[in-house]
């Protein structure tokens, strides 16, 4: 049952047991034009995602480690946001690492995978479970020939 129909039919439970007079149509009409208004489900902030604007070369990267991209505190002691490419690493991107290094790491990670797929491909008891696994390592083969 989605999340919003979870609130909507313990708030209706509630209206339901504090009036048992009321029928349970009426309970539920009330209940979603509670969720609705936002006294009840209120949706939560999202978190800011960490993405950078504007270019940055990738030599000066190479030689200057730079902070990841987020929160920051002036001098004058407020709070701010980074996300400039000039101003920030984004952890994890590949700035400064070869194409060819980065190939080889993925096919030994995808021959890793494959490995341990064969295995569980050949433990399976069930028939459910040998396909599913059956379809993993295919999914994996045909990743490690499009980065032959």
Known sequence: M????????????????????????NCVKKASAEYRSGSIGAAKPKKKKAYQTGTTTKAIDKRIKAKAPGKRKSATGRKYFERRANRSDMPGTLTGVSSATLT???????????????????????????KAAQKLVSDTKSKLRKLS
């Open 2 to 25: 989605a999340n919003h129909l979870k609130k909507i039919t313990t708030r209706a439970k509630q209206l339901r047991k504090s009036h048992p007079n009321t029928s349970w149509i």
């Open 104 to 130: 080889s790491a993925l096919k030994n990670r995808l021959k890793d995978q494959l490995g341990k797929q064969l295995v569980k491909r050949e433990t399976a008891t069930t028939k459910r479970d040998r």
